[in-house]
């Protein structure tokens, strides 16, 4: 089979795994959801906080957007251990690397495009609540976080499908990715916020703030994910060579 003729093949997989394809769409869903659940309520509340940073507010959503997206990124590559379907992915492309290639970049690309959706959608109808609080994309930092929220979701769920990939199995990839996003680096955090700084959810999210105060800029915090993602992506592709369909 050609590239591009594997890579539409692994797109009709996910398109036609219901448990893919809804993982994808949820990441729109959940942060619309949450958007629209959150602002209409408490948008303003904390507004007239001088510590409050309305960029990062703006980005609420996306804290349950990410844990959509990683669900995505695990689900569509677990998908190839259930029934044998690995063994069949192979005897259709016998080239382990195309194949492992092929379902990582439309993985990675179908989760960009839907994270950027989320994270300009979430931003733009959030607004629409914040009143004379509201923030445009034009103000200073919002467009480079709305494109750096997409870019973020779409490397969680790189960094799910490869974790999926080594462990061979999307249980056991959430299992470690969910706790270690929700709990890890918050009492990493606690004891030590340099080290912490580094994880793949601290750093990835700078580029929402509208001010850096640690080590990391914006786009190095999304270099630091883009590390962690990839060496994920590379245990996976080590997995996929080395193991037994």
């Known amino acids: 089979m050609t590239p591009s ?16 394809w809804g ?3 949820s990441v729109l869903i959940a942060s619309l959801a949450i958007t629209l659940l959150v602002y209409p309520l408490i948008g303003t509340a904390e507004a007239d906080n001088p510590d409050h ?3 990062f507010g703006a980005f609420y959503a996306l804290n349950f957007a990410q844990i959509a997206a990683i669900s995505y990124g695990a689900t ?7 029934h044998g379907a690995l063994r069949v992915s192979l005897a259709a492309v016998p080239r382990r690397g195309l194949f492992y290639a092929a ?3 439309v993985i990675g690309a179908s989760a960009l495009v839907l994270g950027l959706t989320a994270s300009f959608t979430s931003f733009l109808v959030g607004q629409l609540f914040m009143a004379e609080y509201a923030i445009g994309l034009g103000d200073p930092g919002a467009l480079s976080a709305c494109m750096g929220g997409g870019l973020y979701l779409a490397l969680m769920a790189l960094l799910a499908s490869g974790l999926t990939a080594l462990l061979r199995s999307g ?4 299992s470690l990715l969910i706790p270690f996003v929700l709990i890890v680096g918050f009492v990493i955090g606690d004891r030590n916020a340099g080290i912490a700084e580094f994880l793949p959810d601290r750093a990835g999210q700078v580029i929402l703030h509208s001010e850096h105060t ?3 800029g914006p786009w190095t915090g999304l270099a630091v994910t883009a590390l962690w993602a990839a060496a994920s992506v590379l245990a996976g592709w080590w997995a996929i060579r080395r193991r037994d369909a």
Request: proline share 0%; hydrophobic share 55%.
């Open 53 to 55: 940073d309305a960029l």
């Open 5 to 20: 003729a594997v890579l539409h093949a692994e797109w009709i997989k996910i398109r036609s795994v219901r448990a893919s």
């Open 171 to 174: 249980v056991a990839a959430l």
């Open 23 to 25: 993982s994808l769409l």
């Open 76 to 82: 569509a590559f677990s998908c190839e251990y259930a």
């Open 214 to 216: 640690g080590t990391l």
């Open 103 to 105: 379902k990582t970049a």
